[in-house]
């Protein structure tokens, strides 16, 4: 059995030199001219701020540990010598994230989105992570070469490893207190996603004092810098997190969003929807019914056969057609209460949440979002009165921060017996 082993791969036996062919799994390639001028510019200013060290010098030795640096550029159609960001593709360098604060981004969302407010000051942390200290002793771990320099490490946290480390609640605790409200029907002055600021006031006055005499100074203190290209100070509408806010709560998809999914080309492969399912994602609380239509295609996602007929195409058109044409949808009011209506079909279920908000002086009820769901195959099984019940069950469990207004919700539904239970 041995013999047979190896004398199938005997061709991995290396006996002489000319044997000993050259691999294609790693190539090197010569960095275009442009891109070349700027990894040396910013290596050597790095080198001269004390961002990189040398390892020989650092360490006595060279790293064992040695990394390709990523040139990613800062536009989609870049020019031979526009400025890229250097990146690095620390795939060994792994460990879990440490006990810090992370915002979710909806929580972000429903901040921004308060209907009171309108005026928003945005600002952006500029290289937020250049103001963590990599600890002496592993820097080494993320070393790399770039010829003509050699091999560096950084003294800061890289951008590129597989943690970045997030500023959290005790990360500058001078901050604090702009994150915590003042009491329980206020909101915190200032919400965050890693190194995007934002905030809203209902008067210019008061966003001017918070950004002048809090915020400000609060950043100075921390020694960290802002980009003043993307910064938006007193705004009637931002994008936040690639979602247009405008001044009163509304909530709606950015223009570019839309236009590109209006002429989105049919997709040819399981890749292609996979594209299209996560460009429309971010539309589908403005969408009724998306849970529903989307199953044709991605269904394809999964470990199925290619196939794409009738069904898939429909589906594809019609989602294409309702997320590039989303409305405009509301924030929510945490002071207020909530209307949930929830409906059951044989597939699935679907709600929409709606408050009433004063609009031009008015009580309106307005939607804050649609959201829908595909039954399970057990689900499926249930009779109307499981499936109606169980549609409520799942929606109040997601969305039960809405229902903890110091006044009552409501739920709406169209099966009659489930007053009763309720």
């Known amino acids: 059995m041995m013999k047979r082993l190896l004398f199938t791969y005997s061709d991995l036996n290396g006996v002489e030199l000319e044997e000993l062919v050259p691999t294609d799994l790693y190539v090197h390639r010569r960095w275009p001219p442009g891109k070349e001028f700027w990894l040396q510019k910013i290596l050597n200013e790095g080198l001269a701020c004390g961002m990189y060290e040398r390892t020989m010098s650092a360490n006595g030795k060279l790293s064992d540990?040695?990394?390709?640096?990523?040139?990613?550029?800062?536009?989609?159609?870049?020019?031979?010598?526009?400025?890229?960001i250097i990146t690095f593709n620390y795939q060994n360098v792994k460990e879990d994230m440490p006990g810090c604060y992370l915002e979710l981004m909806a929580k972000v969302h429903d901040h921004v989105s308060d209907p009171s407010h309108q005026f928003f000051p945005k600002v952006d942390v500029k290289h937020g992570y250049w103001n963590i200290l990599v600890h002496p002793e592993d820097r080494h771990f993320f070393a790399f070469t770039i010829s003509g320099i050699g091999q560096v490490q950084p003294t800061r946290m890289p951008q590129g490893s597989m943690r970045d480390i997030p500023a959290g609640n005790d990360g500058f605790p001078g901050m604090k207190s702009l994150l915590v409200?003042?009491?329980?029907?206020?909101?915190?002055?200032?919400?965050?996603?890693?190194?995007?600021?934002?905030?809203?006031?209902?008067?210019?006055?008061?966003?001017?004092?918070?950004?002048?005499?809090?915020?400000f100074p609060c950043l100075e203190w921390a020694r960290l810098k802002l980009s003043f290209k993307k910064m938006e100070l007193f705004m009637n509408e931002i994008v936040a997190l690639g979602t247009l806010h405008k001044?009163?709560?509304?909530?709606?998809?950015?223009?570019?969003?839309?236009?590109?999914?209006?002429?989105?080309?049919?997709?040819?492969?399981?890749?292609?929807?996979?594209?299209?399912?996560?460009?429309?994602?971010?539309?589908r609380r403005c969408v009724k019914n998306?849970?529903?239509?989307?199953?044709?295609?991605?269904?394809?996602?999964?470990?199925?056969?290619?196939?794409?007929?009738?069904a898939e195409q429909i589906s594809f058109q019609l989602l294409q057609e309702k997320c590039s044409?989303?409305?405009?949808?509301?924030?929510?009011?945490?002071?207020?209460?909530?209307?949930?209506?929830?409906?059951?079909?044989?597939?699935?279920?679907?709600?929409?949440?709606?408050?009433?908000?004063?609009?031009?002086?008015?009580?309106?009820?307005?939607?804050?979002?649609?959201?829908?769901?595909?039954?399970?195959?057990?689900?499926?099984?249930?009779?109307?009165?499981?499936?109606?019940?169980?549609a409520i069950v799942e929606f109040c469990r997601k969305y039960d921060y809405m229902f903890r207004s110091p006044l009552q919700g409501t739920i709406l539904t169209d099966h009659n017996p489930l007053t009763y239970f309720l």
């Not at 409200?181 to 006031?201: C, K, N, Q």
């Open 65 to 84: 540990w040695n990394f390709q640096a990523i040139i990613v550029d800062k536009s989609e159609n870049p020019g031979p010598w526009d400025e890229p």
């Open 325 to 390: 044409q989303a409305v405009e949808m509301h924030g929510w009011n945490f002071r207020d209460p909530t209307i949930l209506y929830s409906d059951a079909s044989k597939n699935g279920a679907g709600c929409l949440i709606t408050q009433f908000q004063k609009i031009n002086g008015k009580s309106l009820e307005v939607p804050i979002l649609y959201d829908a769901f595909t039954f399970t195959k057990t689900q499926k099984n249930y009779g109307t009165y499981k499936k109606e019940l169980c």
């Open 181 to 215: 409200a003042e009491d329980d029907l206020s909101l915190p002055r200032i919400s965050f996603y890693i190194d995007d600021m934002f905030s809203g006031f209902s008067n210019f006055q008061d966003a001017y004092n918070f950004t002048a005499n809090e915020l």
């Open 247 to 283: 001044k009163g709560g509304i909530v709606c998809v950015i223009p570019e969003r839309r236009d590109k999914i209006k002429i989105w080309p049919t997709p040819s492969n399981a890749t292609d929807v996979r594209s299209f399912l996560g460009a429309i994602n971010m539309t």
């Open 290 to 310: 998306f849970a529903e239509i989307k199953p044709p295609i991605s269904r394809l996602t999964g470990n199925v056969k290619w196939q794409w007929k009738e």
